[in-house]
């Protein structure tokens, strides 16, 4: 594994992190659950991320990870990043969404419980709240990191404006903000496009980019067709009817590329993700421990020549 520096922080991620937004609620075997992280903690990752509401049901990828901890990882929770948001919604109410003080600070608490641990080590809000004051979001998160029970804090989500003012309210307050968390990939490029990249990195903060994947459409999982049991059939996020002709013809000339690069279109995805300066890790989620093989494979062939990165562009905007 690759560990790369977070912003101008002192916190090393690896190169690929491990979310688990899918796959990690009841509806799964704990034993796959298990195994996928075990798998992951091999191979050197060393950051897992969460969030209050990642399931299903909402809270229990959390319960399933503090089992995981307590079975499995007891005695390694110093080599471990552990991450957590709040921002969407949680509970029923006024008090259970958004980014109220009152809503960072509870959630944070019920997070804490779930996972059995007395920190988490990035605590994020997970969505810009157009409604709150931005320093009652960014107090919450100085508060958490003051209390003991963050050791940093991060934002998710954000626009490129909102971005500067956290960082800026934030380095007020005496607590940095270590990292961005957009979704990017060679499909969705906006934080790039819109200035999300270039704020963070002005910042300071790192940045750790969702969905590198695209949520599976990036790897060679749909190129003949919806297999059964893939998150376009099962998922509510990704949806059959976004795998349609022109993207899968897309994804052929992409496949055929990284075929040409003796790597698999998700190594190849990765790579692309991890060649843009601003980014200190591609945040991967995966079914099964195979894919996080595949993914760290990544970082074999991770760089690409001008003509390349051309070749790639015209594709994509074909
Ligand atoms: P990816 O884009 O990496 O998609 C992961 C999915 O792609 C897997 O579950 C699997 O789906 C498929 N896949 C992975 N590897 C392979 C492979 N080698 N070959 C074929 N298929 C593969 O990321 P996610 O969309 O899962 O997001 C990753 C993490 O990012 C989340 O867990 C979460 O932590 C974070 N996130 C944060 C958000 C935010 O708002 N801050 C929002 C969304 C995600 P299948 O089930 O089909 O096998």
Not at 25 to 48: C, D, P, Q, S
Not at 147 to 162: E, F, R
Not at 245 to 263: S, Y
Not at 267 to 286: C, D, N, R, Y
Request: a positive charge; proline letters at 5%; one cysteine or more.
């Amino acid at each position: 594994m690759l560990y790369n520096r977070t912003g101008n922080s002192g916190l090393l991620l690896p190169a690929i992190s491990l979310g688990l937004w899918h796959n990690f609620g009841t509806t799964h075997v704990h034993e796959g659950k298990r195994a996928i992280v075990r798998r992951a903690f091999e191979l050197g990752i060393t950051h897992f991320d969460l969030a209050n509401n990642y399931g299903p049901p909402p809270g229990s990828a959390e319960d399933a990870f503090g089992q995981i901890l307590r079975e499995e990882f007891a005695a390694h929770r110093d080599e471990m990043i552990i991450s957590t948001k709040a921002g969407y919604h949680m509970w029923d109410g006024p008090y259970g969404e958004w980014g109220s003080r009152k809503y960072m600070i509870a959630s944070l608490n019920q997070s804490l419980k779930r996972l059995g641990l007395d920190y988490v080590d990035v605590y994020y809000s997970h969505r810009f709240d157009p409604s709150t004051p931005l320093e009652e979001t960014m107090g919450a998160l100085d508060f958490a990191v003051r209390s003991g029970k963050a050791l940093y804090a991060g934002i998710s989500n954000y626009p490129a404006a909102a971005t500067r003012k956290a960082a800026a309210i934030l380095k007020k307050l005496g607590t940095p903000c270590l990292i961005h968390q957009p979704r990017f990939n060679m499909l969705q490029q906006e934080p790039l496009k819109e200035g999300v990249f270039k704020a963070a990195h002005e910042s300071a903060m790192g940045v750790i980019c969702f969905s590198p994947l695209a949520q599976g459409m990036l790897t060679s999982k749909y190129l003949n067709g919806i297999p059964e049991g893939s998150r376009a059939t099962v998922g509510q996020f990704l949806k059959k009817d976004q795998i349609t002709a022109p993207l899968v013809k897309k994804v052929k000339a992409l496949n055929a590329m990284a075929e040409a690069r003796a790597q698999t279109l998700a190594q190849m995805a990765i790579a692309w993700v991890l060649s843009h300066k601003e980014v200190t890790s591609a945040l991967i989620g995966a079914s099964r421990p195979e894919q996080i093989e595949d993914a760290v494979g990544a970082l074999k062939t991770s760089k690409f020549s001008k003509v390349e990165l051309a070749q790639i562009n015209r594709v994509l905007t074909q």
